[in-house]
């Protein structure tokens, strides 16, 4: 491999720059060069690429968002946009492709290696629904100002003795609801993967059970993909006369500076990367799998299915009675 192009695409994710600084610098530590795609798979089309030196990633190992801009894609699903992006990997001498991003980014990677170009996937997403890995970029830093929104809320919800109904990010994946609602105190927590944890009725109770042993104030997590959190407070409100308040934390999930798990993840899965590469492999995804960073081939990776952590939810139960 003489030169590596890297790009991010989907949805933004704290700790993808800490991702691009590590990919870039080791490879230039190995002699190869970078190029820095802006705007994931739109800017390989379109050719909007520029040459990476070490001075281009500094500075941003704590910064949120991705210097290398992120979108999405609708026109690469057809074959020819395909071709096109590999003939424009050709035109910079791009041999090998870091892509940072999820499920749809890796499949867009799989298409464009089918024209002789090598491809990485790295998993870098905030929803942590990648099956083939324990770990995606962004996570722990999007649970984190969960966590931090939701004290502030609670301190006001505790002295108006309301319930608060908190609105988290993942698609339609619960993890961040289950790992922010346990790390938060929350009463219950509504998940799109288990319809007993979403249903509506069973949050009333337990908010009127809690009430009736003395709490005077609750916290309920909806994951986005359950949905239907201003109606909630509302049904709550009309079943129990609580004074309910709905909160769509929304994009600010997104922001901010990474934790030290996500700079770590993301700079050690960069050189990994990078690694993959620069041994003349190709079609992976790099995942981090019981304590250790492997890689699986990307349509074996795409075809694994992973539960949503039912345990965390068992155990919220357990803990959040009153
Ligand atoms: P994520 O990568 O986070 O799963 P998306 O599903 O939005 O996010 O995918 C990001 C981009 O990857 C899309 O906008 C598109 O350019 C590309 N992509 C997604 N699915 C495919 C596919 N089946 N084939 C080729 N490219 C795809």
Known sequence: IRTIGVLTSGGDAQGMNACIRAVTRSALNKGIRVMGIRKG?????????????????ADIIHRGGTILYTARCPEFLEPDNQKRASEMCKVFG??????IGGDGSFRGAKDVSKFGINVVGIPGTIDLDIACTDYTIGFDSAVNVVMDAISRLRDT??????????????????EIALWAGLATGADAIMIPEDKESADFERV??????????????????????????????????EVTGIDS?????????????????????????????????????????VAYKNGQYVDYDIDEALAMHRDVSMDIWKANVDISTY
């Open 41 to 57: 798979y739109n800017g390989l089309l379109r050719g909007d690429i520029v040459e990476m030196t070490a001075g281009s990633v």
């Open 94 to 99: 791009i041999d090998g492709l870091v892509v």
């Open 157 to 174: 919800s505790a002295s108006h003795e309301r319930c608060s109904v908190v609105e988290v990010m993942g698609r339609h994946c619960g």
């Open 204 to 237: 009333v109770r337990i908010i009127l059970e809690n009430r009736a042993r003395g709490k005077n104030h609750n916290i309920i997590i909806v994951s986005e993909g359950v949905g239907g959190s201003q109606e909630l407070a509302k049904r709550i409100h």
């Open 245 to 285: 308040r709905t909160t769509i934390l929304g994009h600010i999930q997104r922001g901010g500076r990474p934790t030290a798990l996500d700079v770590k993840h993301a700079s050690m899965m960069g050189v990994y990367a990078v690694e993959l590469l620069a041994k003349g492999e190709t079609d992976r995804v």
